[in-house]
């Protein structure tokens, strides 16, 4: 298959948060995990000297590079080129998979390697080079899992958050032919084993991009494992993938972004590796001979002209899901696609035009954690209502039609009194339009309804007995 | 600051919990304040707008702005976090986008005067000891039988979150000398969420059990918020559960009998 995965459709998004918030054991493995990624980026904020101020200042510059990414971007593209790269412009996800399939066609490529790229599972790339008999080894410990386990991953930087090491242990036992104790250093020495001989064997390596630096054409990427900076200097070709949006004009720019992103996806002050990459390597040096860069737009020309512009200053650090009430109980899957948690609730819908990825902006309670946690100030709640917004006014009559019904009799002070008065006190418990059917059953699957307390406030008062 | 407090009551208030309203009445008399009802209120129109229903939310919270200006007053008390945080931070937006630029005027003045409870009462002199005075009696509200513990302060999002009412409300029990214990998930969503409640009830419902486990391993006998609907939702699965766990507003707590 080449091109996007679609959106996972069946079952509907209330069947798949029912199915994951019934798995308990996912939930505590999410809870468990999301929960020291919370915590440890709390503590790498709070030995900041001044956290909020380095928060609003990587606002200004994202905003900043937003407002004139066409430049931007033309201005990376051409040092890349000036430093020997090779760049791609991809319009859709089709075009980019096939910008990489082509150069791994032009060098016969067999293996590719890869390091971790949310972009490359957007753009359904695995699936097109296998298309094309290329085979592909996912070499971030978390996405080899998920592609050993044939799963997709379930957070943006955290691939395998929804397994525990037993069933790590389990997944790995079943490559080794042999049984794995559940033992971090044992497991992760057995995939440094198989994955070694791969980087090795590799015809090409195929990158994501956490930031691409205008100024000096320089692709920057973070990664604690290593693999990333193997993928990139031990293949012959280095195919690097990044989303239009990820750039940066200067290196000062640059330094603002490195000292959040860590912060805010691990809570460490820098990765094990940051890897800064101009150009393929030099006539004396080792390294690929050939670096291609995949621009991809994939929908984000139109993101960006429109009210939800701000989504494109995301930098994917997962600080949103980690501290989502609603990722946190049913994972990264629940989603159906590639971009879990609030901002996936966003993007998806964003980027996808189908009918369930229009549903994904209900799955928040709109508390709000998600801004809070977000490095550069997302205000994702505001995003998800202006989604719900965008939905409604391009929803079917029914629900218009029972919101105005119910706006009529509650936009009058009698008729709004009069409903309460009529309405048994569980519908008025609910919470909702007494119009909207089936909520009820809903609520009581789980939950008791309120007791009744008799008269209305307003009935009392009236009464003189308060 | 004294005067006249024009109650708000909302309408979850005024539908299922009118006891937290009573309280409200009762306590603000308490501490000095002459209570006036909005009459001519009905709801802030928030299920609409969090379904992205503009007309229908902008129609109901027309109605409620007008009741609202039309009782004046010094102060308007809201005893929800999230109504207040509707008034206050939403409907001027939700105004502009119905194309009223003249209501979201008229939203923003008038939000200047609204205050959430406990936001109000932090900043009064402290307030007289809450009902049943001691420690351990706290809980002890209109028409509830009295149950022996501490209690534990669950932070509702949209106050939290939206209008930066953080320490408020725990101050204000401190103040009273209600005894209180730290909350292992403070800050973390009930699931409530309006209408997400029942769009997604699963999930709900397993937000709501963290956040009951949180208060459960708190050793509290009393959960206490500012947000009759977040109360109904942890309450509702609270007794689905058998925890043994009492649900009060803040006013039912504070209030004197």
Redesign the interface.
């Known amino acids: 298959m080449s091109g996007p995965q679609p959106i996972d459709t069946e079952p509907s998004?209330?069947r798949r948060?029912?199915l994951?918030?019934?798995d308990a054991r996912l939930?505590a493995n999410l809870?468990r995990a999301s929960g020291t990624l919370g915590s440890r980026k709390a503590a790498a904020f709070g030995a900041l000297d001044d956290p909020e101020g380095l928060r609003h200042q990587a606002r200004a510059i994202r905003h900043r590079v937003l407002a004139r990414l066409p430049e931007v971007l033309e201005a990376l593209a051409d040092r890349v080129e000036a430093a020997g790269g090779r760049v791609h412009w991809a319009s859709t996800a089709a075009d980019a998979a096939d910008a990489v399939v082509a150069v791994a066609r032009s060098h016969g490529a067999r293996l590719a390697v890869k390091s971790k790229s949310m972009a490359s599972e957007e753009i359904g790339l695995n699936a097109a080079l296998e298309h094309a008999g290329v085979e592909v080894v996912e070499t971030d410990l978390g996405e080899w899992i998920v592609q050993v386990a044939e799963e997709t991953p379930s957070h943006i930087i955290v691939p395998a958050i929804h397994r525990d090491r037993a069933q790590i242990a389990r997944t790995l036992s079943t490559v080794a032919g042999r049984p794995l104790a559940d033992d971090p250093q044992e497991l992760a020495a057995f995939a440094r084993d198989q994955l070694r001989r791969r980087f090795l064997e590799a015809d090409i390596g195929i990158s994501g991009v956490n930031f691409g630096v205008a100024d000096t054409g320089t692709l920057v990427l973070v990664s604690n494992e290593g693999n990333g900076r193997m993928v990139t200097s031990m293949p012959p070709v280095h195919v690097a993938l990044m989303g239009m949006e990820r750039v940066v004009q200067t290196w000062a720019e640059l330094e603002v972004m490195l000292a959040l992103l860590p912060r805010a996806a691990t809570g460490q002050a820098i990765t094990s590796y940051v890897s800064l990459i101009t150009g393929p390597a030099g006539r004396l040096e080792e390294g690929p001979e050939e670096l291609h860069l995949v621009i991809l737009d994939n929908g984000r020309s139109d993101i960006l002209g429109s009210e939800f512009a701000e989504a494109l200053a995301c930098i994917r650090c997962g600080a949103c899901l980690n501290a989502c009430?609603?990722y946190?109980?049913?994972g990264g899957h629940?989603y159906g696609w590639v971009y879990p948690g609030p901002i996936g609730a966003v993007l998806t819908p964003l980027l996808q035009s189908s009918k369930s990825a229009q549903q994904l902006p209900?799955?928040?309670?709109?508390?709000?954690?998600c801004?809070?946690a977000c490095p550069v100030g997302i205000p994702l709640q505001d995003l998800l209502?202006g989604?719900?917004?965008?939905?409604?006014?391009g929803a079917g009559a029914g629900?218009?039609l029972a919101?105005?019904a119910?706006?009529?009799l509650?936009?009058?002070?009698a008729t709004?009194q009069a409903s309460?008065r009529a309405?048994s006190?569980a519908d008025?418990?609910?919470?909702?339009?007494a119009s909207l059917p089936?909520?009820l059953d809903?609520?009581s699957?789980?939950?008791?309804?309120?007791t009744a307390?008799?008269?209305?406030?307003?009935?009392?008062?009236d009464q003189g007995r308060? | 600051m004294t005067g006249t407090a024009v109650l708000f009551p909302t309408c979850v208030v005024d539908g299922v919990r009118p006891q937290v309203g009573v309280a409200t009445v009762r306590l603000l008399r308490a501490r000095g304040f002459r209570v006036e009802l909005a009459r001519s209120t009905t709801c802030c129109g928030q299920p609409a707008w969090n379904a992205g229903q503009v007309d229908a939310a902008a129609r109901v919270a027309r109605t409620t702005l007008a009741g609202l200006e039309e009782a004046g007053g010094d102060v308007v008390v809201v005893p929800a976090g999230s109504c207040a945080t509707m008034i206050r931070r939403f409907w001027p937006e939700l105004f502009r986008l119905a194309g009223e630029p003249g209501a979201a005027e008229r939203a923003e003045a008038l939000g200047q005067r609204v205050r959430e409870l406990s936001e109000l009462l932090a900043g009064l002199p402290a307030g007289l000891p809450a009902a049943g005075a001691a420690p351990g009696q706290a809980d002890r509200g209109p028409g509830q039988a009295a149950s022996a513990g501490p209690v534990v302060y669950h932070r509702s999002c949209h106050m939290l979150r939206e209008l930066g009412i953080a320490e408020a409300p725990e101050q204000v029990l401190d103040g009273a000398g209600v005894e209180r214990v730290a909350n292992p998930t403070a800050g973390t969503c009930c699931g409530f969420g309006g209408l997400f409640a029942v769009k997604l009830p699963e999930a709900s419902v397993a937000m709501a059990d963290h956040v009951l486990d949180g208060c459960v391993a708190s050793g509290a006998a009393t959960v206490v918020g500012c947000d009759a609907s977040c109360l109904l939702q942890l309450e509702g699965r609270a007794r689905r559960r058998r925890l043994p766990l009492a649900f009060r507003h803040l006013a039912e707590v504070l209030a004197p009998e």
């Open positions: 998004l209330r948060t029912a994951a918030s019934s939930r809870v009430p609603v946190r109980q049913v629940a209900q799955a928040s309670s709109l508390c709000a954690a801004w809070e209502l989604l719900r917004r965008r939905s409604a006014a629900a218009r919101w105005e119910w706006s009529r509650w936009s009058r002070p709004y309460l309405a006190v008025r418990a609910a919470g909702s339009p089936g909520h809903r609520w699957a789980g939950r008791d309804l309120p307390e008799g008269p209305t406030f307003r009935q009392l008062w308060i």
